[in-house]
């Protein structure tokens, strides 16, 4: 999977950009300033219909514009595919091979991409929500019932607090009740199925990566007792109906998919308390390689992975191991000069690309 064109206006601080491009690995130059985040920003936007730096995609559109345009050719399968994104301040408007589509799950969905940026560090030491985010963002790419499950928990989620904060009947709150169980079921089977699959690889590249005898282990902790003999709805929603009145006194949810986490252990020792530096850095970068195994497992090749800056927040071994698990197409940023990437990666020349953009018409970017 890779992208071939890439297009977009009045994107950020990009006027205007277009590029051609090929399956291959990209480092993204220019000074300060000239938007290179942006740039595999506009890559993640086009392909999956979100973006990793904000929840309101208005932000994107240039100061001073009414509207914001993304549009990448990607070719899967061997067929290409046009998306097309078209943000205004009170509307967006997706395009997939030039139909409608209306929400960025059906848009989205059989796109491969991952994302490393330097919030991923912080996965291990970080907020539960780095830790939940990083698995639902997988499985959301994965799996379109999941996805759908998700997407749904947090729509009723919402609608219970509500009726939590307003203090209204409690016959409408079983309603929700049920609902919410229902897809919470969906959600914890799903992701425990996800990390028993998951566990060794992440430890076997652990291994590889840091070179040390450590065991790491992922343990799943579940904000109620789980019950794995398929009665995870009834227990969930038995939960629910037991902390009615805690939750009404607090206006929120207090357990539930999203307050669970993700343990990280090495040598059965909680690796947010007692890891060094670089035994976190190697736990963050093992969970990254395997996000790009298994989504390419998935899809049946290699996913598009973008880089954003993190080379420099890792040593050589690292640089060199992350480098060697990329097959496909690949988009890095850094803040400095790298040899090992100057030599595997060429150069996309944002200054330059902004010059030639410039010299076209209209009409030619749209």
């Known amino acids: 999977m890779f992208v071939s064109e890439l297009n ?27 938007g290179k985040t942006n740039f595999l920003e506009a890559i993640y936007l086009a392909m999956t219909g979100r973006s990793f730096k904000t ?23 061997d067929f290409a595919r046009d998306m097309e994104i078209t943000v205004k301040k009170d509307k967006r408007r997706f395009l997939r091979d ?4 209306k929400n960025t799950s059906a848009y989205g969905r059989g796109m491969g991409v991952v994302l490393f940026e330097p919030g991923h560090l912080q996965m291990v030491q970080g907020a539960p929500s780095r ?7 997988m499985l959301r790419m994965l799996s379109p019932a999941y996805d759908d499950a998700y997407t749904s928990y947090y729509h009723v989620l919402y609608q219970r607090n509500v009726v939590l904060r307003n203090l209204r009947d409690m016959d409408l709150l079983d309603v929700y009740d049920r609902s919410l169980a229902n897809y919470a079921a969906v959600i914890l089977r799903e992701r425990l199925k996800f990390l028993k699959r998951m566990a060794a690889s992440v430890s076997t590249y652990y291994e590889a990566i840091a070179g040390e005898g450590e065991g790491l282990e992922l343990r799943y902790k579940a ?27 607090r206006g929120r949810t207090s357990i539930g998919p999203h307050l669970d ?14 890891a060094s530096t670089g035994q976190i850095r190697s736990i963050v970068l093992a969970m990254k390689c395997m996000e790009i195994d298994r989504i390419g497992e998935q899809l049946g090749e290699a996913p598009v992975v973008l880089l ?5 927040e890792l040593d050589e071994k690292r640089r060199r191991m992350l480098l060697s698990m990329i ?40």
């Open 223 to 249: 904000s109620f007792p789980v019950v794995l003999d398929g009665e995870l709805e009834t227990a969930f929603y038995e939960s629910l109906k037991a902390r009615r009145e805690t939750d009404r006194e």
């Open 308 to 312: 954003d800056d993190v080379m420099s």
């Open 98 to 101: 030039h139909n409608p589509v």
């Open 131 to 137: 830790r939940r985010a990083f698995i639902d963002d």
């Open 261 to 274: 986490d993700l343990s990280f252990l090495l040598n059965g020792e909680e690796a947010k308390k007692f």
């Open 55 to 77: 929840a309101s995609l208005k932000e994107v559109i240039a100061f001073g514009e009414e509207s914001a345009f993304v549009a990448a050719t990607v070719v899967m399968d």
């Open 8 to 34: 977009m206006v009045s994107f950020r601080n990009h006027r205007r950009l277009f590029v051609d491009l090929e399956p291959k690995m990209y480092r993204i130059i220019g000074p300060n300033g000239t």
């Open 327 to 366: 097959r496909g197409q690949c988009f890095i940023t850094a803040a400095e000069p790298m040899e090992a990437l100057e030599e595997a990666a060429e150069a996309i020349d944002l200054i330059e690309l902004k010059k030639s953009a410039d010299d076209l018409r209209e009409e030619d970017l749209w």
